[in-house]
């Protein structure tokens, strides 16, 4: 049995359906990509899996439990963590505090503090800056905290929304090793990212979505030398 199951999943913002009618899987331990323009319903999905939209039809099942229903605090209870797109941190709190509310359905004190170490150890500016607001820190830093953030609740699926979006190529590559360095270590990743390339060398599997569809999938090597991936995706002529 696959971690998650999405069946026929789609979703509709009042009339508008955005996502119509996928269908993947996740299996533990791997790195799941879906790569796409704007607008293809990447976003709409994962937002749906975290139990912040509703679906209109389908069915989407974690570890044979139905997620259909349950409120976005329970899934995360569940073990499905979601580090959105635009990072949406608490730019008035420190980053400490930012860490620390990402563990905020978890009891066992020395875990957390043991977990906020473990994210300053992957992420050694968040450390040096813990008393800052995470306000004051770059789209990069920024970026870093929202995944640590979400690693707090020591998740079983780790959902990103576009990890890379508007940074640097340094801080890029530095978000793609790190998520590598995760993939390493085990940790099951649904990974929604514009930088097909990136996305697609990480992952295990990957979706095409276009315009509320799967269109093609394949593992991450399949696609990076599908020529229409490579045409439409990497801009290779």
């Known amino acids: ?47 749906t899996l975290s139990g912040l939209l509703k679906p209109l039809a389908g069915k989407i099942t974690f570890e044979g439990q139905p997620l259909n229903g349950v409120g976005a605090h329970k899934i995360v209870s569940m073990g ?41 150890d992957r992420f050694p500016i968040l450390g040096e800056r813990r008393r800052q607001a995470a306000g004051t820190l770059s789209g990069g830093e920024q970026q870093m905290l929202a995944m640590g953030r979400a690693l707090m609740s020591r998740p079983k699926l780790l959902m990103l929304d576009e990890p890379s979006m508007g940074l640097s190529p340094i801080m890029m590559q530095k978000i793609m090793s790190t998520i590598s360095e995760l993939k390493a270590a085990g940790t099951t990743i649904l990974l929604v990212e514009q930088n097909a390339q990136a996305a697609l060398s990480l992952a295990d599997h990957g979706h095409v979505m276009e315009i509320g569809n799967i269109t093609l999938s394949g593992t991450g090597e399949e696609l990076l030398h599908d020529e229409s991936v490579r045409k439409a995706y990497l801009g290779e002529d």
């Open 80 to 120: 499905l963590a979601h580090s959105p797109e635009g990072r949406r941190i608490f730019p008035r709190l420190s980053i400490e505090e930012n860490l620390q509310l990402g563990a905020f359905l978890r009891k066992d004190t020395d875990g957390i503090a043991a977990d906020i170490r473990n994210a300053y």
């Open 1 to 47: 049995m696959a971690l998650l199951e999405v069946e026929d999943l789609r979703v509709a913002y009042g009339k508008i359906e955005a996502v119509k009618g996928i269908s993947f899987t996740v299996e533990a331990g791997e790195v799941v990509t879906l790569i796409g323009t704007n607008g293809a319903g990447k976003t709409t999905t994962l937002r």
